[in-house]
């Protein structure tokens, strides 16, 4: 196993046990992969304590200096890309290829935001009296807090660690329970680059409620972010209203796949199958309702079903794997009871539908379905898993129309060679990030996040750096 392999909590600096631990699984072979340290209430409050005393240091720091930590930082996790991604492969189960893609996606935010961290502008404002002046900056926030997910352990932390201390803040950061060693490895490296004591804390728990409740609550923590289903993110709003903090939040999609008639139908199947199976299909911004125009739909499902033959389903640490496990039990009986549900409805199951039981327990068979309608449990709720569920439609309104038919509007995606029509449907489709003939929408440089109820702020991107920080206006007189 790699030297990064660490089981104890991280705070200001210091490699942590407590008397409760738990375990962490391998979602294709059932082994306990380590047991892990966790985080109870006093190790919690302390992170917080730490983080708030880290807090004043890191903040008078040059943003160059900060930059150059950051930077460090990256050069380490680079250095160690074959290590993580292994490390990754053994907790969450994804491709040993896409977890390494997981690791150089991460590193991007680093060097992202080491130049954010030396361009956060203020303005000065326009003279409004007579020997006064004004004018407002930008200041990191405090200390901040962050939840993340499990399908991708290592960039969602990366998302928000860096611009949080390039915003000058520090943070407390609880990895999902069924992942934390990718976290764990990430402190270990910041620990190695330089990052001070107590600027990045680590808090692994299998009690994410006790966690949470104390980071959301606590006053001196003054924002939270987090990442994971809408569910949980209204609950931690709700937690967080108490004190008033600041939160951004990437929640759940549901995000529609549109094939329009004049699309190029063989480029439409590859971006589909490039957002659909990555992850086996456990991503956010999936395309969870695909929608086919009807005139082109027998064409596009003859294309679909030869790719869908061509995935190999197994473990990650065979090369020639496609994708690997679903993340635990409760994931393939999900799967599993919203193909069911759809069958029974009337939906048509052409491929799949069934996991592979040779290959163990949580491994999923690609699966096609056609005849769904938005009135099935599967065309409203997030599959999560590598089901292709299709919608057909008649015209473009009407493909609008089922598109923004639901609650939430995280990521979308249309296939159409017709200018005119990106434009329109660009404006009309509610979500807060298109693809438009690809399937890969997800970049440092881009701004991450959803409308509805799929979240509040961005991550990444120019934006991305301002949700860690509030503003200040000043105003000096007597200078007539």
Not at 181 to 192: H, I, K, N, V
Request: aromatic fraction near 6%.
């Amino acid at each position: 196993m790699t030297s990064l392999l660490r089981t104890q909590a991280f705070v200001n600096g210091q490699w942590i046990s407590t008397d409760q631990h738990f375990n962490v699984y391998n979602p294709a072979t059932s082994a306990v992969v380590a047991t892990v340290t966790q985080a109870d209430s006093a190790l919690t409050l302390a992170a917080i304590a730490a983080a708030e005393q880290a807090l004043g240091p890191w903040q008078q720091l040059l943003p160059k200096q900060r930059a150059e930590l950051l930077r460090q930082w990256q050069h380490l996790i680079l250095a160690h890309q074959h290590e993580l991604a292994a490390l990754m492969t053994a907790e969450q189960g994804k491709p040993l290829a896409e977890a390494l893609g997981e690791i150089e996606y991460g590193a991007s935010y680093f060097d992202w935001f080491t130049g954010e961290a030396e361009r956060s502008y203020g303005t000065l404002l326009a003279q409004g009296q007579e020997g006064q002046k004004s004018w407002y900056q930008a200041q990191g926030i405090g200390v901040c807090a962050a939840i993340t997910p499990w399908n991708f352990p290592h960039a969602m932390i990366a998302r928000k660690v860096a611009p949080a201390l390039a915003a000058g803040c520090t943070i407390v950061i609880k990895p999902a329970e069924a992942t934390p060693l990718s976290a764990l490895a990430l402190a270990q490296l910041a620990q190695d680059a330089g990052i001070p004591a107590g600027v990045v804390n680590i808090l692994p728990t299998a009690d994410p409620a006790l966690v949470g409740d104390i980071l959301t609550t606590h006053p001196s923590v003054k924002k939270l972010t987090f990442t994971g289903s809408t569910k949980v993110g209204k609950q931690l709003m709700a937690q967080c209203a108490s004190t008033l903090k600041k939160v951004s939040m990437e929640l759940g999609g549901n995000a529609p796949f549109i094939v329009f008639d004049d699309a190029d139908l063989e480029l439409a199947v590859q971006a589909l199958m490039q957002c659909k199976f990555r992850n086996a299909g456990q991503t956010c911004v999936s395309a969870n309702r695909v929608f086919v125009d009807a005139s082109v739909q027998p064409q596009f499902i003859a294309l679909l079903k030869t790719e869908l033959s061509k995935l190999n389903v197994g473990s990650g640490l065979d090369p020639s794997v496609d994708y690997g496990p679903l993340i635990n039990q409760a994931a393939i009986d999900k799967v599993s009871t919203l193909v069911r549900d759809a069958v029974q409805q009337g939906a048509t199951l052409l491929m799949g539908g069934h996991s592979l039981a040779e290959q163990g327990p949580l491994f999923y068979a690609p699966t096609l379905l056609t005849g769904v309608m938005a009135s099935m449990r599967i065309a409203q709720e997030e599959i999560f898993g590598p089901v292709i569920a299709v919608q057909s439609f008649q015209d473009e309104a009407e493909a609008i129309q089922i598109a923004n038919a639901v609650p939430v509007g995280l990521a979308g995606y249309f296939c159409t060679e017709n200018y005119r029509r990106i434009e329109r449907v660009s404006q009309q489709l509610e979500c807060g990030m298109l693809g438009i003939n690809t399937g890969a929408i997800s970049h440092a440089y881009n701004a991450f996040g959803g409308v509805k109820e799929s979240g509040i702020g961005r991550e990444g991107s120019p934006l991305g750096l301002a949700e860690y920080q509030e503003i200040k206006n000043i105003t000096i007189g007597d200078l007539a």
